[in-house]
């Protein structure tokens, strides 16, 4: 029995068919959705991250990391209503996005996670990693990844 369906959403186009293919599962199911947003940390070393002339920079950053993430699962919330989803939660996450999709399913005790892929060929999924493919090795959790 699926209760609960956890979707994460960068705003690709990828993970707008997952958030569309995440809220008729929940339809069908009578399942709670659960939306998530992860903010990625900067890439900066620690000495910058926490140097007092970067504090108004960071702090800046973050604003304007919320407020895409808040439009980011507004849009994705009128979608799954749209859909007909009718219990729609949504949550922001941060660091690598893999780890705290992962950490919140856990958490949460999600019975499916939907991600969308990004589409890299072999090769470049190879090289430079993929999200989907390092939270299927994080987690025991079903994963459905949506081209």
């Known amino acids: 029995m699926i ?3 956890l979707v994460a959403t960068d705003a690709s186009a990828a993970s707008g068919r997952a958030v ?12 709670e959705l659960l939306i998530l947003n992860v903010i990625r940390d900067m890439q900066l ?4 991250k926490n140097a007092p002339e970067f504090e108004s920079f960071n702090n800046a950053r973050d604003d304007l990391m919320r407020q895409a993430a808040d439009r980011i699962l507004d849009e994705a919330r009128k979608k799954a209503r749209k859909a ?8 922001i996450g941060s660091g690598d996005p893999a780890t705290s999709v992962a950490g919140f399913a856990k958490r949460r ?9 990004r589409g890299l060929s072999k090769i470049k999924a190879a090289s430079m990693g993929s999200v989907s493919r390092k939270l299927m090795d994080l987690t025991d959790v079903n994963c459905a990844v949506i081209r």
Do not use: C
């Open 109 to 117: 005790k999600v019975d499916l996670i939907v991600v969308g892929t």
């Open 3 to 5: 209760n609960k369906i």
């Open 20 to 31: 569309s293919f995440a809220a008729q599962l929940a339809v069908i199911h009578e399942a």
């Open 84 to 91: 007909g989803a009718k219990r729609v939660q949504t949550a």
């Open 45 to 48: 070393p620690d000495e910058l």
